[in-house]
T-cell receptor, first 112, second 116 residues
Framework: AQSVTQLDSHVSVSEGTPVLLRCNYSSSYSPSLFWYVQHPNKGLQLLLK??????LVKGINGFEAEFKKSETSFHLTKPSAHMSDAAEYFCVVSGGSYIPTFGRGTSLIVHP | DAGVTQSPTHLIKTRGQQVTLRCSPK?????VSWYQQALGQGPQFIFQ???????QRGNFPDRFSGHQFPNYSSELNVNALLLGDSALYLC???????????????FGQGTRLTVV
């Protein structure tokens, strides 16, 4: 069994400030973890993925995430937000032939 | 490469009707998965097709069925539509079973289904 919880439904930041989107998961096996981004009227785009290699994962557009097994977390960060980062972000846990489970999403709002 | 393409982009149906949604996978991909994304929610896995067979299914009733063709394209059929079936339906393609086995899936832009 597996589940994923995105701890914030909305996160609001100013352009140029750091971004933190939080994700906790539970899994009965070694999971694969993903972050996807969804811009309005667009499909989901992969930002980054963790698949049991390095615990610090770098993705596209300056995003990165750290897998912390002891805390069952996979938080997404970016040092400096851009206006173009405003979108919906989804954390996903999968693997072991269990069906992929998406979080409910975090809406990132970026103020000028 | 056109990526994952879905048709139509928008659809309005009446309760009780049937609907068919279509998906063409990214070139080189052999696996297609379908997801339902209700407003304000994350996508929910409906089922996955690989080698023209349904390989895995989420918690959806039998009113939801699908098909995969020899060219790997896929259809999602929903019978006896309910108001609650209104959602964005996403198709994802991948190699080697994709997210089920922890590898990347590529998503289309989705079909927005409204049931009235």
């Amino acid at each position: 069994a597996q589940s994923v919880t995105q701890l914030d439904s909305h996160v609001s930041v100013s352009e140029g400030t750091p971004v933190l989107l939080r994700c906790n998961y539970s899994s009965s096996y070694s999971p694969s973890l993903f972050w996807y981004v969804q811009h309005p009227n667009k499909g989901l785009q992969l930002l980054l993925k963790y698949t049991s290699a390095a615990t610090l994962v770098k993705g596209i557009n300056g995003f990165e995430a750290e897998f912390k097994k002891s805390e069952t977390s996979f938080h997404l960060t970016k040092p400096s937000a851009h206006m173009s980062d405003a979108a919906e972000y989804f954390c996903v846990v999968s693997g072991g032939s269990y069906i992929p489970t998406f979080g409910r999403g975090t809406s990132l709002i970026v103020h000028p | 490469d056109a990526g994952v393409t879905q048709s139509p982009t928008h659809l309005i149906k009446t309760r009780g009707q049937q609907v068919t949604l279509r998906c063409s996978p990214k070139s080189g991909h052999d696996t297609v998965s379908w997801y339902q994304q209700a407003l304000g929610q994350g996508p929910q896995f409906i089922f996955q097709y690989y080698e023209e067979e349904e390989r895995q299914r989420g918690n959806f009733p039998d009113r939801f069925s699908g098909h995969q063709f020899p060219n790997y394209s896929s259809e999602l059929n929903v019978n006896a539509l309910l108001l609650g079936d209104s959602a964005l339906y996403l198709c994802a393609s991948s190699q080697d079973r994709g997210l089920l086995w922890g590898t990347e899936a590529f998503f289309g832009q989705g079909t927005r289904l409204t049931v009235v």
